[in-house]
C-alpha cells in the first residue's frame, strides 16, 4: 500500500471522513495502491508517554503509516486546530511518521480556522523530516449536504490534492 488516508473524526456524521472518502476514490481512480482507516476503528489509548505505546491500535496503525509513501490526514477542526484525536494518533505513532509525505484535507464550521493545521504540519515537519503537501483542502460546513458533499471547488480540490500527492517524492 502506498497511500494511506487516516479519517480522523470520531463523530459518527463527519464531514472530514466524507473528503476522506473522495481522496481515497481519487487515489484509486489514478491506480494508486490505497488504504482507508476510520479511525473510530481503533479506539487508541490517550498518549501517556508509557504504556499507552504498547496498545495493540497503536502497533497496527504505527505499520500501516510506516508501510505508506503518502499518508493523507482527514481531520476536523475544533476550536481552531486540528481535532485531540489526530494530535493523540501522531503522538502515539510518531517514529512511523518519519521521511513520509503528509498530506490534510480540513473539515470546519467556518472560513476563519484555515490555518489551524499548521501546528501539526510544522511538527510534523519538524519532528520527523516530513514533507507536507502545501496546499491542502479546507472545507466548511457549507460544502456538505446530507452527508454529501456538495461543492464543485472542494471536490476538484480533493482531486488536485490526490494528484499533487502522488506526483511528489521526498528525496
Known sequence: ?????????????????????????????RGG???????RNYP????DGGPA???????????LIAEARVVTLAVPIYNYDVNAAAKNLVELTGPAWAG???????????????????????????????VIVPRFVYATKADFQDGQLISP?????VDELAETSMRLRYV
Open 44 to 47: 487508541l489509548p490517550l498518549c
Open 100 to 130: 513520509k509525505i503528509v498530506a490534510f484535507l480540513c473539515a470546519a464550521g467556518g472560513q476563519r480556522s484555515y490555518m489551524s493545521v499548521l501546528g501539526l504540519a510544522n511538527s510534523l515537519m519538524l519532528d520527523f523530516r516530513a
Open 33 to 39: 495502491q490505497v488504504a482507508f482507516v476510520d479511525l
Open 153 to 157: 471547488e472542494i471536490a476538484a480540490r
Open 1 to 29: 500500500m502506498e497511500y494511506l488516508v487516516l479519517a480522523t473524526s470520531l463523530r459518527t456524521d463527519s464531514h472530514s471522513r466524507i473528503l476522506a472518502r473522495h481522496v481515497t476514490e481519487a487515489y484509486a481512480q
Open 53 to 63: 505505546y504498547d496498545d495493540p491500535g497503536v502497533a497496527a496503525l504505527s505499520a
